[in-house]
T-cell receptor
Framework: GAVVSQHPSWVICKSGTSVKIECRSLDFQATTMFWYRQFPKQSLMLMATSNEGSKATYEQGVEKDKFLINHASLTLSTLTVTSAHPEDSSFYIC???????????FGPGTRLTVL | QKEVEQNSGPLSVPEGAIASLNCTYSDRGSQSFFWYRQYSGKSPELIMFIYSNGDKEDGRFTAQLNKASQYVSLLIRDSQPSDSATYLCAVNHNAGNMLTFGGGTRLMVKP
């Protein structure tokens, strides 16, 4: 089956630092990847849609200068949380869409804690 | 606004029973439908997808789609305590577009 990896699995950082999260589709090509955020006991919230070779599309209310997305290849998208603050602490999950079936496969998530 | 609705639950069923999870969607033009399972603290994992009206079976899981009534359901036969999780319904309104997720239904299977 289709596998999506994320790295790191968890990260703790100091307020004001930047954190990069990688999302890779391991056995399929993904023209489009998605980044979600999920707070405890809440639903998935789509942050942005990442398209290979073009600028990401951000959802309303998501600061594009704070959450930098790069989709440099058909198997890799990165999310950088710049100048992180404690309110950015959350569970960040990426998904990759398998082009033939339009099915999204999720990575295991990255738990970010900002002190 | 395209919406996907699910009863948040919790839906409690005894072990061995059939669990029935329902989802309705607002956009009649929706083309593909997905069920994901999410354990607490974990990311969603795909259970199955369905494109055509009718039933689709995969092991203990059966997805049912009725486009005329705009609902999709997931049946879990012989429910096990390990099936206790939140089940997310997701709808793709047009090919190539993002999925719209329902809020999820929390299922509890009691031994």
């Amino acid at each position: 089956g289709a596998v999506v990896s994320q790295h790191p699995s968890w990260v703790i950082c100091k307020s004001g630092t930047s954190v990069k999260i990688e999302c890779r589709s391991l056995d399929f090509q993904a023209t489009t990847m998605f980044w979600y955020r999920q707070f405890p006991k809440q639903s998935l919230m789509l942050m942005a849609t990442s398209n290979e070779g073009s600028k990401a599309t951000y959802e309303q209310g998501v600061e594009k200068d704070k959450f930098l997305i790069n989709h440099a290849s058909l198997t890799l998208s990165t999310l950088t949380v710049t100048s992180a603050h404690p309110e950015d602490s959350s569970f960040y999950i990426c998904s990759a869409r398998e082009d033939y079936t339009d099915t999204q496969y999720f990575g295991p998530g990255t738990r970010l804690t900002v002190l | 606004q395209k919406e996907v609705e699910q009863n948040s639950g919790p839906l409690s069923v005894p072990e061995g029973a059939i669990a029935s999870l329902n989802c309705t969607y607002s956009d009649r033009g929706s083309q593909s439908f997905f069920w994901y399972r999410q354990y607490s603290g974990k990311s969603p994992e795909l259970i199955m997808f369905i494109y055509s009206n009718g039933d689709k079976e995969d092991g203990r899981f059966t997805a049912q789609l009725n486009k005329a009534s705009q609902y999709v359901s997931l049946l879990i036969r012989d429910s096990q305590p390990s099936d206790s999780a939140t089940y997310l319904c997701a709808v793709n309104h047009n090919a190539g577009n993002m999925l719209t997720f329902g809020g999820g239904t929390r299922l509890m299977v009691k031994p």
